[in-house]
T-cell receptor
Framework: AQKVTQAQTEISVVEKEDVTLDCVYE???????LFWYKQPPSGELVFLIR??????QNEISGRYSWNFQKSTSSFNFTITASQVVDSAVYFC???????????????FGKGTKLSVIP | DAGVIQSPRHEVTEMGQEVTLRCKPI?????LFWYRQTMMRGLELLIY????????DSGMPEDRFSAKMPNASFSTLKIQPSEPRDSAVYFC?????????????FGPGTRLTVT
């Protein structure tokens, strides 16, 4: 069974500080996808990034960066120079295929609530 | 370009009543997902459609829940009869392809309260 663990339930930082959100996953598949989603106070979930299991390159998008390490089964998310607008709940998710019927399983972590204080 | 549309945004109903939640996916997306979010259980996938066909409904809690997708632009999630423990935010999401490897785009959610 697959599992996603976000050990940090809540994090508070002061604006302009850097912050890293941890994500550790478990899977038996060799082919899988990892995602990060953001859920701001307004409630909708916003896609941030997708990474497949064969691509361990780190990714940077503006102030956001992601560190994927298969050796430790981790897919961590760093926000540089945090801003108040970054305040949200961030979810890490794992998707893997099972059976030949096209069905699959997407598992979300419990989320990390980030509060950026001005 | 319109995103995923859900209605209603809020629903308050009494125990025992039928509740129908509606979703219009993004045009051109052929996978549709229904999720439930609660504080206790987090985000749970309820059912997944591909090309209007239910592929995996193993997440549907019990027979009181049913979902349909009569065409590519509309899906419903029905709860009959509703119970207080069904209170949650229900999200609909859509994606391209089979959904396995593609990012999903979520609607704003329907906050359901069953009293």
């Amino acid at each position: 069974a697959q599992k996603v663990t976000q050990a940090q339930t809540e994090i508070s930082v002061v604006e302009k500080e850097d912050v890293t959100l941890d994500c550790v996953y478990e899977t038996r598949d060799t082919t899988y996808y990892l995602f990060w989603y953001k859920q701001p106070p307004s409630g909708e979930l916003v896609f941030l990034i997708r990474r497949n299991s064969f691509d361990e390159q780190n990714e940077i998008s503006g102030r956001y960066s992601w560190n994927f390490q298969k050796s430790t089964s981790s897919f961590n998310f760093t926000i540089t120079a945090s801003q108040v607008v970054d305040s949200a709940v961030y979810f890490c998710a794992l998707s893997e295929a099972y059976s030949g019927a096209g069905s699959y399983q997407l598992t979300f972590g419990k989320g990390t609530k980030l509060s950026v204080i001005p | 370009d319109a995103g995923v549309i859900q209605s209603p945004r809020h629903e308050v109903t009494e125990m025992g009543q039928e509740v129908t939640l509606r979703c219009k996916p993004i045009s051109g997306h052929n996978s549709l997902f229904w999720y439930r979010q609660t504080m206790m259980r987090g985000l749970e996938l309820l059912i997944y459609f591909n090309n209007n066909v239910p592929i995996d409904d193993s997440g549907m809690p019990e027979d009181r829940f049913s979902a349909k997708m009569p065409n590519a632009s509309f899906s419903t999630l029905k709860i009959q009869p509703s119970e207080p423990r069904d209170s949650a935010v229900y999200f609909c999401a859509s994606s391209t392809g089979t959904g396995y490897s593609y990012e999903q785009y979520f609607g704003p959610g329907t906050r359901l309260t069953v009293t």
